[in-house]
């Protein structure tokens, strides 16, 4: 007897649908919880069995929270503008918005097959201009407002405006860009329009200036810091360099302090907050600046090591530093500029992690502020531009990339740390201080405080912090994306009136970007009152930096949340999603909330409460060989012919069985390459392939369509078996031969299931059931607690196991066990509640309430000791008291033999576990 799962669903979705039962309400009366699935792409390829992992598991946690007696969010949407459709619209020629809606179409029937329980009428798409309307109204308050690094808050900039109206910018103590003026009130009042604007950007949180950016050529547009691996477009795997553009810019780097800080009290995995942390990476030191030798200007540095200056001999600079031009000289200027050229192509990444060692001296020498020796300046990619001041202060005793710099150009070498007493090594902080003139015998953390007063009091620098964070480019020159609302009267950015949002995308044939400018500058009338507007359009993360809220209040056209939405849902209580977001969207998330929180519009500083990344399911990869000169030749992985100089061919992994034998005529159709192709099998004539776990991609032709797994064994048999793999924080290959083992399961419980309708039985004939059923309650209850997934799944198989074993099942104690699996099973659940007569939707009868009492036994057996040796044991009634224990024990067959001819000096008992009797 099967569970018919095909007609379970069909019966089950149907009336799902019909009730609206995954629609939510806000309700006072109950305590609410927002669960979320990180915001999905709709690509054409669609879902594999890996994507659903952690779609799986927020379901079952959301459901379990919904039977516990929480007003659950569940929503789902799309994050639609970005690179992936705009590139297939440029190779096709069909418009984004029309893939974008066909794969948005597919998605959502892939998501339906799985019986997620997602609020369908909160669905927000952000390339909807209902959407993004609101996502350029964000933008608007972000360039009308700055920060105030007193108050440690945002504030408007009208108010800033009347600040230096009144007191010009001397006193103002504010985030704006490093070259910022200072100015009077009277100064202010006589600079025209175009000057004032261009001061006013100097402060702006969304603000527009030329900076060092990734540019792709291929891709015809900037990209972000973490877009960029290894110096290739991480779509694509195109050329990228860095280049001088003029763009829109957040100020991320105003809430460095606040995003640090909060860090520590996040519910997030470990290792997350660690690449947070890093990623933001604040540092404490000070500044200071080294003279040019036969110049006014100087070189200013960061440094963390103030106690290490007297060790400095020479300088780097990043290539892109803006005195490098100036530093150069006429004999050096050759090789200069062909390095720099070379390391543009690199990324910052990139060069981080090359180690080798190269840079080109500049011909220039710097004048050390404290000794006043000349001091060779070089450039070299290991500095970077947009780390610190994109100089440092070379120590090379004390560094391990300055000392193979100084090395390998000849440079000198000064040691300024005596470590002979402290067993120290180069960097560290241990031992005192020599060759340092007063800082000469201090140990290096006193040094550090010391040098700091001495660059203070030579009036050379200051104490400052710096961080690796730096502000987030936030133009693209591509097609697909929000339309900044801004336009510009006589070169002035002025913002597009909120009234006249949003400020839609218009129609265009041609996606092509073209000379560094995006497709909009090709759009005639592309006008606000007559006035150009921004050609650029936002990134990929612009709309997903906020999408959490919308859900909130998704078809609110008067405001983008309400603040009795927003004090109600207040934010994310538990968050999943992969580890690859790890930076980009949670850092511009929190960013984007804690401006929000400043102008009052949400209830928390924090987005995401809780957050929990999946693992990935990955694929077994089909190996084939290929000759390495006959291109149309190709070896059984045993062959004899395989070698080094053959070539590994990926082939479509279902063309081999689970013993990796290949079918070669279904080989020969897949692909025009093979139709002709000579395949040389081994002696035993069979044409073997070789398995290799790797990420589930359809480059990599190991994908498993979840699809074909519904088909086969319902949506519960695939909920189940995601699950069962492994702890869902894992990395673990997707196998189909296991999910028989799962098909099983339900299929023996199903049984029982039919076999109890109509069975009431005594309490003393249900025990053993209902002893099992709380064994159950207890061990899901605390491990879905903990999102310890597998295991509650395994825990329901040794129930089935266990209640196989008895003669009888009442109905009560399977619609129990029903409530307990709807959250991994819902239509089986639901299908099997029905079955047992149960009323209404099993997912609103709460959550199974455990008993302890089901779990003590009648009888307890007890090991009986004679002088610690044990030697058998007794069963007792488990409320005997200790009398009737004893007077049981010695009573015993057991006690007659070991006690014979001695005497009883005492029983002693531990209970509930033995009876130790004491003779001599």
Same mark, same amino acid.
């Given at each position: 007897?099967?569970?018919?799962?095909?007609?379970?669903?069909?019966?089950?979705?149907?009336?799902?649908?019909?009730? =609206?039962? *995954?629609?939510?309400?806000?309700?006072?009366?109950?305590?609410?919880?927002?669960?979320?699935?990180?915001?999905?792409?709709?690509?054409?390829?669609?879902?594999?069995?890996?994507?659903?992992?952690?779609?799986?598991?927020?379901?079952?946690?959301?459901?379990? @929270?919904?039977?516990?007696?929480?007003?659950?969010?569940?929503?789902?949407?799309?994050?639609?503008?970005?690179?992936?459709?705009?590139?297939?619209?440029?190779?096709?020629?069909?418009?984004?918005?029309?893939?974008?809606?066909?794969?948005?179409?597919?998605?959502?029937?892939?998501?339906?097959?799985?019986?997620?329980?997602?609020?369908?009428?909160?669905?927000?798409?952000?390339?909807?201009?209902? *959407?993004?309307?609101?996502?350029?109204?964000?933008?608007?308050?972000?360039?009308?407002?700055?920060?105030?690094?007193?108050?440690?808050?945002?504030?408007?900039?009208?108010?800033?405006?009347?600040?230096?109206?009144?007191?010009?910018?001397?006193?103002?103590?504010?985030?704006?860009?490093?070259?910022?003026?200072?100015?009077?009130?009277?100064?202010?009042?006589?600079?025209?329009?175009?000057?004032?604007?261009?001061?006013?950007? @100097?402060?702006?949180?969304?603000?527009?200036?030329?900076?060092?950016?990734?540019?792709?050529?291929?891709?015809?547009?900037? !990209?972000?810091?973490?877009?960029?691996?290894?110096?290739?477009?991480?779509?694509?795997? &195109?050329?990228?360099?860095? @280049?001088?553009?003029?763009?829109?810019?957040?100020?991320?780097?105003?809430?460095?302090?606040?995003?640090?800080?909060?860090?520590?009290?996040?519910?997030?995995?470990?290792?997350?907050?660690?690449?947070?942390?890093?990623?933001?990476?604040?540092?404490?030191?000070?500044?200071?600046?080294?003279?040019?030798?036969?110049?006014?200007? =100087?070189?200013?540095?960061?440094?963390?090591?103030?106690?290490?200056?007297?060790?400095?001999?020479?300088? +780097?600079?990043?290539?892109?530093?803006?005195?490098?031009?100036?530093?150069?000289?006429?004999?050096?200027?050759?090789?200069?500029?062909?390095?720099?050229?070379?390391?543009?192509?690199?990324?910052? /990444?990139?060069?981080?992690?090359?180690?080798?060692?190269?840079?080109?001296?500049?011909?220039?020498?710097?004048?050390?502020?404290?000794?006043?020796?000349?001091?060779?300046?070089?450039?070299?990619?290991?500095?970077?531009?947009?780390?610190?001041?994109?100089?440092?202060?070379?120590?090379?005793?004390?560094?391990?990339?300055?000392?193979?710099?100084?090395?390998?150009?000849?440079?000198?070498?000064?040691?300024?740390?005596?470590?002979?007493?402290?067993?120290?090594?180069?960097?560290?902080?241990?031992?005192?201080?020599?060759?340092?003139?007063?800082?000469?015998?201090?140990?290096?953390?006193?040094?550090?405080?010391?040098?700091?007063?001495?660059?203070?009091?030579?009036?050379?620098?200051?104490?400052?912090?710096?961080?690796?964070?730096?502000?987030?480019?936030?133009?693209?020159?591509?097609?697909?994306?929000?339309?900044?609302?801004?336009?510009?009267?006589?070169?002035?950015?002025?913002?597009?009136?909120?009234?006249?949002?949003?400020?839609? !995308?218009?129609?265009?044939?041609?996606?092509?970007?073209?000379?560094?400018?995006?497709?909009?500058?090709?759009?005639?009338?592309?006008? *606000?009152?007559?006035?150009?507007?921004?050609?650029?359009?936002?990134?990929?993360?612009?709309?997903?930096?906020?999408?959490?809220?919308?859900?909130?209040?998704?078809?609110?056209?008067?405001?983008?949340?309400?603040?009795?939405?927003?004090?109600?849902?207040?934010?994310?209580?538990?968050?999943?999603?992969?580890?690859?977001?790890?930076?980009? &969207?949670?850092?511009?998330?929190?960013?984007?909330?804690?401006?929000?929180?400043?102008?009052?519009?949400?209830?928390?500083?924090?987005?995401?409460?809780?957050?929990?990344?999946?693992?990935?399911?990955?694929?077994?990869?089909?190996?084939?060989?290929?000759?390495?000169?006959?291109?149309?030749?190709?070896?059984?992985?045993?062959?004899?012919?395989?070698?080094?100089?053959?070539?590994?061919?990926?082939?479509?992994?279902?063309?081999?069985?689970?013993?990796? $034998? +290949?079918?070669?005529?279904?080989?020969?159709?897949?692909?025009?390459?093979?139709?002709?192709?000579?395949?040389?099998?081994?002696?035993?004539?069979?044409?073997?392939?070789?398995?290799?776990?790797?990420?589930?991609?359809?480059?990599?032709?190991?994908?498993?369509?979840?699809?074909?797994? +519904?088909?086969?064994?319902?949506?519960?048999?695939?909920?189940?078996?995601?699950?069962?793999?492994?702890?869902?924080?894992?990395?673990?290959?997707?196998?189909?031969?296991?999910?028989? =083992?799962?098909?099983?399961?339900?299929? @023996?419980?199903?049984?029982?299931?039919?076999?109890?309708?109509?069975? /009431?039985?005594?309490?003393?004939?249900?025990?053993?059931?209902?002893?099992?059923? &709380?064994?159950?309650?207890?061990?899901?209850?605390?491990?879905?607690?903990? !999102?310890?997934?597998?295991?509650?799944?395994?825990?329901?198989?040794?129930?089935?196991?266990?209640?196989?074993?008895?003669?009888?099942?009442?109905?009560?104690?399977?619609?129990?066990?029903?409530?307990?699996?709807?959250?991994?099973?819902?239509?089986?659940?639901? *299908?099997?509640? $029905?079955?047992?007569?149960?009323?209404?939707?099993?997912?609103?009868?709460?959550?199974?309430?455990?008993?302890?009492?089901?779990?003590?036994?009648?009888?307890?057996?007890?090991? !009986?000791?004679?002088?610690?040796?044990?030697?058998?044991?007794?069963?007792?009634?488990?409320?005997?008291?200790?009398?009737?224990? $004893?007077?049981?024990?010695?009573?015993?067959?057991?006690?007659?033999?070991?006690?014979?001819?001695?005497?009883?000096?005492?029983?002693?008992?531990?209970?509930?576990?033995?009876?130790?009797? +004491?003779?001599?």
């Amino acid at each position: 007897m099967h569970y018919p799962f095909n007609e379970a669903q069909k019966a089950v979705r149907s009336s799902w649908e019909e009730a =609206g039962i *995954y629609r939510c309400v806000e309700d006072a009366s109950k305590p609410k919880y927002y669960v979320l699935d990180m915001f999905p792409y709709p690509s054409g390829s669609g879902l594999h069995v890996g994507h659903p992992l952690g779609y799986i598991a927020s379901d079952i946690y959301a459901r379990y @929270k919904r039977q516990k007696g929480f007003n659950v969010l569940h929503p789902m949407g799309f994050d639609s503008f970005g690179l992936p459709a705009e590139q297939y619209a440029i190779q096709t020629g069909k418009h984004p918005r029309d893939t974008t809606k066909e794969n948005k179409a597919h998605f959502k029937d892939q998501l339906a097959n799985l019986d997620l329980s997602y609020d369908w009428s909160r669905e927000v798409t952000t390339s909807s201009p209902s *959407y993004y309307r609101w996502t350029q109204s964000i933008f608007l308050k972000l360039f009308n407002h700055y920060y105030c690094t007193s108050l440690d808050k945002a504030l408007p900039i009208d108010g800033l405006i009347k600040i230096f109206e009144q007191h010009g910018n001397l006193d103002v103590i504010a985030a704006c860009d490093e070259n910022t003026p200072h100015f009077t009130a009277d100064q202010w009042q006589s600079m025209n329009e175009k000057q004032q604007a261009d001061i006013l950007m @100097k402060y702006r949180l969304a603000y527009r200036k030329e900076s060092m950016v990734n540019w792709c050529e291929a891709l015809g547009t900037v !990209l972000a810091n973490d877009e960029v691996v290894q110096g290739v477009s991480e779509r694509g795997g &195109h050329p990228v360099v860095k @280049k001088p553009m003029v763009q829109w810019t957040l100020r991320i780097t105003a809430y460095a302090e606040r995003l640090y800080k909060a860090i520590d009290g996040l519910d997030w995995p470990d290792a997350l907050k660690a690449m947070q942390r890093n990623w933001i990476g604040k540092s404490i030191g000070a500044n200071l600046t080294f003279p040019i030798e036969g110049s006014d200007e =100087g070189i200013e540095v960061f440094t963390t090591r103030p106690d290490t200056i007297y060790g400095v001999t020479f300088m +780097v600079l990043a290539p892109e530093h803006p005195l490098v031009a100036q530093l150069t000289t006429s004999e050096n200027s050759k090789e200069v500029e062909a390095y720099k050229d070379a390391v543009s192509r690199k990324s910052s /990444i990139e060069r981080q992690q090359d180690k080798s060692v190269d840079g080109r001296f500049t011909g220039s020498f710097a004048v050390h502020p404290l000794t006043g020796d000349k001091i060779p300046i070089y450039i070299s990619a290991y500095v970077l531009i947009d780390y610190g001041k994109g100089a440092v202060m070379a120590v090379p005793a004390e560094d391990d990339r300055d000392n193979a710099f100084a090395k390998h150009f000849s440079l000198a070498i000064q040691e300024v740390i005596d470590r002979s007493n402290s067993g120290g090594e180069r960097g560290d902080k241990q031992g005192q201080m020599t060759n340092s003139a007063s800082l000469d015998g201090l140990a290096p953390m006193e040094a550090i405080q010391r040098g700091i007063e001495i660059i203070q009091g030579k009036g050379i620098g200051d104490a400052a912090s710096t961080w690796k964070l730096r502000d987030a480019n936030f133009s693209r020159q591509r097609y697909w994306g929000e339309p900044f609302p801004i336009y510009y009267r006589e070169g002035i950015a002025c913002p597009v009136d909120e009234a006249d949002l949003p400020l839609q !995308l218009p129609d265009t044939e041609d996606f092509t970007p073209k000379g560094g400018e995006g497709p909009l500058s090709r759009v005639d009338d592309w006008t *606000y009152k007559g006035f150009p507007l921004e050609t650029d359009t936002m990134p990929g993360y612009a709309g997903s930096s906020w999408y959490f809220l919308r859900f909130m209040d998704p078809t609110n056209t008067d405001f983008f949340l309400t603040k009795d939405k927003a004090d109600y849902w207040q934010d994310v209580d538990f968050y999943v999603g992969g580890t690859e977001h790890a930076v980009g &969207h949670l850092l511009y998330a929190r960013f984007w909330h804690k401006f929000l929180f400043d102008l009052g519009l949400v209830a928390t500083e924090e987005p995401f409460k809780r957050l929990f990344n999946q693992g990935m399911i990955q694929g077994q990869t089909c190996f084939i060989y290929r000759d390495a000169q006959e291109a149309n030749t190709y070896f059984s992985a045993d062959h004899p012919s395989v070698n080094d100089s053959c070539q590994r061919i990926r082939i479509l992994a279902s063309l081999a069985n689970d013993k990796g $034998e +290949v079918d070669i005529d279904e080989l020969s159709c897949w692909r025009p390459e093979f139709h002709d192709a000579t395949f040389h099998g081994n002696d035993k004539g069979l044409f073997l392939g070789e398995f290799e776990t790797e990420k589930m991609s359809k480059s990599k032709h190991n994908v498993v369509n979840p699809d074909d797994i +519904v088909t086969r064994y319902g949506s519960d048999c695939f909920r189940l078996y995601s699950m069962f793999l492994g702890p869902i924080e894992e990395h673990k290959p997707w196998n189909n031969q296991g999910i028989d =083992g799962v098909y099983r399961f339900m299929n @023996k419980f199903w049984r029982l299931i039919k076999a109890s309708k109509d069975v /009431i039985l005594e309490a003393s004939e249900a025990k053993s059931s209902l002893q099992i059923l &709380h064994t159950l309650i207890d061990k899901v209850d605390r491990d879905l607690s903990k !999102l310890s997934l597998n295991t509650c799944v395994s825990a329901f198989m040794i129930a089935v196991n266990d209640w196989q074993k008895l003669d009888k099942l009442p109905q009560e104690t399977m619609k129990e066990a029903l409530r307990l699996i709807a959250p991994f099973a819902p239509v089986y659940a639901q *299908y099997g509640w $029905e079955l047992l007569d149960g009323e209404g939707y099993v997912l609103d009868q709460g959550w199974p309430e455990f008993d302890a009492t089901h779990l003590q036994k009648d009888s307890i057996t007890l090991a !009986l000791s004679f002088n610690g040796k044990r030697r058998g044991e007794i069963e007792i009634d488990a409320k005997a008291d200790q009398q009737t224990i $004893e007077s049981i024990a010695l009573s015993s067959e057991v006690a007659k033999k070991w006690t014979e001819g001695k005497v009883v000096v005492k029983v002693i008992v531990v209970p509930g576990r033995m009876v130790n009797v +004491v003779m001599r």
